[in-house]
Every structure is written in structure tokens, then in C-alpha cells.
């Protein structure tokens, strides 16, 4: 590929993106019956929704949290409010993104540069990696860390995931199909096996 097509690419990369992302939602709600769906009286209760929107807060800060102190024993001396802060910006960035790598690559790279005080120094240089975060091989070795840190999080963070199915198939499976609670037990066993 010419360097004159990768600047086009990489200049049209965030519309491309967008209009990915615009596309694939209408392809989701295209099939919805949506008169039907506002004639259908639906009964939603103000407690389920803010107990929903505490619960998403709780495992926000909980991953934060996970996040913050695995950056911190690899040696990183941001604060953990900070790596909670991050960890919320990254949700926020993966909003707008068809995938979960921009958050996470964002802060991989901004929690490599938080200090004690829980602010992001050296912005310079910080500007400069976010700007060529897809040369990670050519990165200095702090910063392959916090990526490493990172990819640990979502690792644990997925097994956390799949163990929480598998307890919710355990209790409850037998009404989704008869093999149901069966796979609750199998995947259980695989996530713990796999944590061993």
C-alpha cells in the first residue's frame, strides 16, 4: 500500500467508524416493530433502572479498581481514583467505537503516565504515544507494560464474566432448555480450571 492511500486511510479512519457504527445500529433496529412496541404498555419501574444504572457504576469501579492494582504492582504509581478515572474514559471512548480497543488502548497508554496525584503528566510524550499506539512493538518498554497490565484486566475481567454465566446457567438454565444447568456446570468448570 502507498503512503498516499495509508494517509487517506488514516484520515478517513474515524468517519469510516462512524458510519460503521451509525450502520450497524439501524441493521439492529431495523427488524423492531417499534408501534408495536410503544402500544405495548410496557410497565418499567424507576427502581429497576436506577438499580441497574448502581450495578453498571459498581462494576465500573470494581474494574477500575482491578485495573488500578494491577498497574500498581507492575510498578506504576498512579492513584487508584486515577485508574478509576481512566477506566470510566475508556468506556466512554468505547461508545463511540465499533470495538473495545480504542478505551482500552487509551488507557493502557494514559495510566502508564498517571502519577500519585492521580493527573496525567508528561503530556507531551503522552500525545506522541496516543498518536502511534498501533507501533507497539517500537514502544519503550513501560509502555508494552501497561498494555500487558491491560490485556491481564480483560482477561480476568472475561473469566469473571463467563464464571457469573455460568453460576446464572447453574440456577437457572433448566428454563432456557434442558441442557441448560449441564452447561452452567461445564463452563464453570472450564473458567475455574482455566484460573488454576
Known amino acids: 500500500m502507498s503512503a498516499s492511500w495509508k494517509t487517506v486511510l488514516k484520515k478517513s479512519w474515524p468517519t469510516i467508524r462512524i458510519i460503521l457504527s451509525i450502520a450497524l445500529l439501524w441493521k439492529a433496529t ?3 416493530d417499534w408501534k408495536t412496541l410503544f402500544e405495548s404498555e410496557l410497565q418499567l419501574e424507576a427502581k429497576w433502572l436506577i438499580a441497574g444504572a448502581l450495578c453498571i457504576t459498581a462494576a465500573f469501579v470494581c474494574g477500575g479498581l482491578r485495573w488500578g492494582l494491577f498497574m500498581r504492582r507492575a510498578g506504576f504509581q498512579g492513584s487508584l481514583p486515577g485508574y478509576i478515572g481512566l477506566y470510566f474514559s475508556g468506556g466512554l471512548i468505547n461508545q463511540g467505537l465499533p470495538s473495545t480497543l480504542g478505551g482500552d488502548s487509551y488507557r493502557a497508554i494514559a495510566g502508564t503516565h498517571l502519577t500519585r496525584s492521580g493527573q496525567i503528566g508528561q503530556q507531551h510524550e503522552l500525545t506522541k504515544e496516543l498518536s502511534h499506539a498501533e507501533e507497539l ?11 500487558a497490565m491491560t490485556l491481564l484486566d480483560r482477561v480476568v475481567g472475561l473469566m469473571g464474566n463467563n464464571i457469573l454465566g455460568g453460576i446464572g446457567l447453574v440456577l437457572g438454565g433448566a428454563t432456557l432448555a434442558s441442557w441448560g444447568t449441564e452447561l452452567g456446570y461445564w463452563v464453570l468448570a472450564l473458567m475455574m480450571g482455566g484460573g488454576v
Open 30 to 32: 431495523s427488524g423492531i
Open 137 to 147: 512493538a517500537k514502544q519503550n518498554p513501560k509502555l508494552r507494560l501497561g498494555f
